[in-house]
């Protein structure tokens, strides 16, 4: 391709870019639905962002990130997902990056000439007249979509083109050796597919009889560090914390309730508290008064219950009681509580001792499922090494030609899809696949690797149903297409670091307020 056809596609790269623009226009310019004029005069007044003085404003970043969001939206994602994806955050960050660029283009003197900006202009057909640009078109759609004049439009719209010329710079260096490119061919063109079948453990555990007293006596025997280094590492299973048999009474009262309506629920919690006191069953008094539903019906039981139960303040007041103890009146969100104590238990943990026999038969089980899964693991490998192949031996569900994101309830034939020398793993295997992977790409062929392989808690037995190595002449049809996506892949290793380089330099002050108000935070 010519300097002059690059140029040429570039620039109607960015004429596309400019239609964009005109669409952000249609949805928050005059007379749209999506920006009234008290609203874009105060989005006018207000920047999301100062990138080295120079404003990024709310009313050009709500359009960038309108734009984005309804494509996202097309997908059913509501504003508040784009939120937590980080959506915003990547539209305002290419519009700083955007900026940092022009400022460095305008530092390094690169500029758009007129015909550059003209030949763009005469591009967009939004401007045009019978197919022929139109001055008057193109002004009043600038004017009554965009909000500027022509001269603000095209000082913008010099600075872009600007960008993009400095941007061409840097990217001019991304240049590929033959040998780069070669070695992409040796990664990319060598390929595998693997056929194969996990046998999981928790597949076998109900396979597992209950064992003998003397085999589990002798097992606990054996195994007395593993039990101990189980013990220690699920401490929390064996430990019980303090907790309190309870009920409670609650008095709702609305979060921004008024004084007054604060007051009489106050003296309501208070002449309850009263009656229990005095003698009244907390149960009945209860069930006649408590604003929770949930436990009204059951006189207000909470049963028994740990500090978690009850906000700071309130679990301490509890916890602090004597069996048969009331709390005051303590509000919540919810309102103002009363709580009786009407049992204690300290926090206690169970000795090894106590618990030794029930870690050693779960060890013992999880030893013998482990056997089970290897042994049937092993006679996969045999019957395939026979004949049958395993899709035969282990018929994949319906459906499953690819990996399932859910574990397999029985051993189950399933593709990995073709996948390179370069990835880091089986694609659909969970664990290190490294000695599986390292395997597959020393077959000359498809055909089966006669060993078991041990992938997470998975015993996996593999065939190659596709294997291809790199070839010369695989590689000189391949070439002018991989040199290409070598170029590509270079090109955004420099921006990136040309990008991060210029955000390094300068000063950079993001408006959080006016970004939430701007995508309706």
Avoid at 135 to 154: C, I, L, P, W
Avoid at 177 to 194: C, F, H, I, P
Wanted: glycine share 8%; hydrophobic share 40%.
């Amino acid at each position: 391709m010519n300097e002059s056809s690059q140029r040429t596609k570039q620039l109607a790269s960015l004429a596309f870019i400019i239609l964009i623009g005109v669409v952000f226009a249609l949805q928050f310019g005059p007379g749209s639905r999506g920006c009234d004029a008290r609203l874009q005069a105060e989005q006018e007044a207000s920047t999301v962002a100062v990138v080295n003085r120079r404003e990024i404003t709310t009313r050009d970043f709500a359009r960038a990130y309108a734009n984005q969001a309804a494509q996202y939206q097309g997908q059913g994602l509501t504003n508040d997902i784009l939120k937590q994806l980080g959506v915003p955050k990547g539209v305002l960050d290419n519009m700083v990056n955007s900026e940092l660029i022009a400022q460095d283009a305008e530092a390094n003197g690169v500029t758009a000439s007129d015909d550059e900006l003209r030949e763009l202009l005469f591009q967009v057909p939004m401007f045009q007249r019978d197919g022929v640009f139109n001055r008057e078109v193109y002004e009043q759609n600038v004017r009554g979509f965009m909000g500027k004049s022509a001269t603000d439009f095209e000082t913008e719209l010099r600075r872009s083109l600007a960008a993009q010329k400095q941007q061409d710079l840097i990217l001019s260096g991304a240049l590929v050796s033959d040998d780069e490119v070669k070695a992409r061919y040796q990664r990319e063109g060598n390929t595998a597919d693997l056929t194969y079948v996990r046998f999981l453990p928790a597949m076998f555990a109900d396979k597992v009889p209950e064992p003998t007293a003397a085999q589990l006596s002798a097992f606990e025997a054996a195994n007395a560090e593993a039990i101990k280094a189980r013990y220690e590492s699920d401490a929390a299973l064996y430990s019980e914390p303090e907790k309190v048999q309870a009920r409670q009474i609650l008095i709702s009262l609305p979060e921004g309730a008024s004084v007054a309506d604060r007051a009489k629920a106050t003296e309501r919690a208070s002449a309850l508290r009263a009656e229990v006191t005095g003698g009244k069953d907390f149960a009945e008094v209860a069930r006649a008064n408590s604003d929770d539903q949930g436990t009204r019906a059951q006189g207000g039981e909470l049963g028994w219950v740990d500090r978690s139960a009850f906000t700071q303040e309130l679990s301490d007041a509890v916890f602090g009681l004597e069996v048969g103890g009331v709390t005051a009146p303590i509000q919540t969100q919810y309102g103002l509580h009363l709580v009786k104590v009407e049992g204690k238990r300290a926090a206690s943990t169970r000795a090894l001792a106590e618990v030794s026999s029930d870690i050693a038969r779960s060890l013992y089980k999880k030893e013998k499922a482990q056997e089970l899964a290897r042994a049937a693991a092993d006679a996969a490998l045999a019957a395939a090494k026979g004949g049958r192949s395993l899709s035969e031996q282990f018929p994949a569900p319906e459906g499953g030609a690819t990996p399932a994101f859910g574990a397999e309830a029985k051993p189950e034939a399933r593709r990995s899809g073709i996948f390179t020398a370069s990835a880091s793993g089986v694609p659909g295997l969970m664990g290190d696949s490294s000695q599986l992977l390292n395997a597959t790409f020393k077959l000359k062929a498809p055909g089966l690797l006669d060993e078991v392989f041990t992938v997470g808690d998975a015993y996996v037995v593999a065939q190659a149903t596709e294997r291809k190595e790199p070839t010369d002449e695989a590689f000189a049809q391949q070439a002018d297409a991989l040199r290409e996506e070598a170029r590509e892949a270079k090109k955004i290793e420099l921006r990136d670091t040309y990008v991060e380089q210029l955000r390094q330099k300068a000063k950079i002050t993001i408006n959080e307020q006016a970004v939430d108000a701007a995508i309706g935070g």
